[in-house]
């Protein structure tokens, strides 16, 4: 049930137009039954309809800035609601990368037995910082700055993906068919022999790289998300904002 506050402007508005009618009228009543000289009916009418539209035009004005504030309040909301909508989008990105991921133990596994898996296009799931900024009037600028990094976590992750799958297939791939090493039970030393220590190692140090950066974000974004949306409760608690269940 939403508070009386918020209509407080349309109820001040009716209680002034009350009142402006019931000065009026003891007012006329006063002057018919009283021995007032003219003049100073003039002088009471005058005052009347002064302190009337006075406070009609504040009543009017208090409405405006009651208006103003619930559009900001709502445009606000909607920013809030949209930044954890993009952590929401980046955590399951990131959860369908982990759950190929997890099937490979090794750092052996991850270099010559992961497949390269592209992932979609990501950059339309961005931060809009520019409507977050009403967070800096509310002198919660350091969120404003942890979305910031946390948006470039994620990018520099799925960048990472990328920056491996097309060094494991331009170069670890062929390497791998070129000297039949493709399912071959070999020790490190062998594979490292036959392919050499620039791709051996690359391709072990790229997916240890790519795994370290995909993991970090994935903390990284449930705990941004759990901080953002108990910000936006706190600065709206009435309010309804984006829920999101960890599968």
């Given at each position: 049930?939403?508070?009386?506050?918020?209509y407080q402007p349309e109820i001040f508005g009716v209680i002034v137009g009350l009142a402006i009618l019931n000065i009026w009228y003891l007012s006329s009543?006063?002057?018919?039954?009283?021995v007032v000289p003219k003049s100073y009916d003039y002088v009471i009418r005058a005052f009347t309809v002064a302190v009337g539209g006075f406070i009609g035009a504040f009543s009017a004005f208090r409405l405006k800035k009651h208006e103003e504030y619930k559009i900001d309040k709502n445009k606000q909301k909607s920013a809030l609601n949209s930044a954890l909508f993009v952590l929401i989008r980046q955590i399951n990105a990131i959860q369908c990368v982990t759950r190929d991921f997890d099937k490979y133990k090794t750092s052996f596994d991850r270099g010559f037995s992961l497949p390269a898996m592209k992932p979609p296009d990501y950059s339309a799931v961005k931060q809009d910082v520019v409507n977050l900024n009403f967070l800096v009037e509310k002198d919660k600028a350091q969120m404003l700055m942890d979305l910031t990094i946390e948006q470039e976590?994620?990018?520099?992750?799925?960048?990472?993906?990328?920056?491996?799958?097309?060094?494991?297939?331009?170069?670890?791939?062929?390497?791998?068919?070129?000297?039949d090493l493709n399912g071959k039970p070999l020790l490190w030393s062998e594979f490292e022999e036959k392919l050499g220590e620039r791709l051996f190692q690359g391709s072990i140090n790229g997916a240890e790289t790519m795994y370290g950066l995909v993991?970090?974000?994935?903390?990284?974004?449930?705990?941004?998300?759990t901080d953002l949306r108990k910000l936006a409760k706190e600065l709206f608690p009435n309010e309804k904002f984006l829920k999101w269940v960890k599968m």
């Open positions: 049930m939403k508070s009386l506050r918020n009543v006063a002057i018919e039954e009283s976590r994620f990018e520099q992750a799925i960048s990472a993906i990328g920056i491996r799958n097309e060094f494991y297939v331009n170069e670890v791939q062929p390497a791998l068919s070129f000297h993991y970090a974000s994935e903390k990284s974004l449930q705990d941004k998300y």
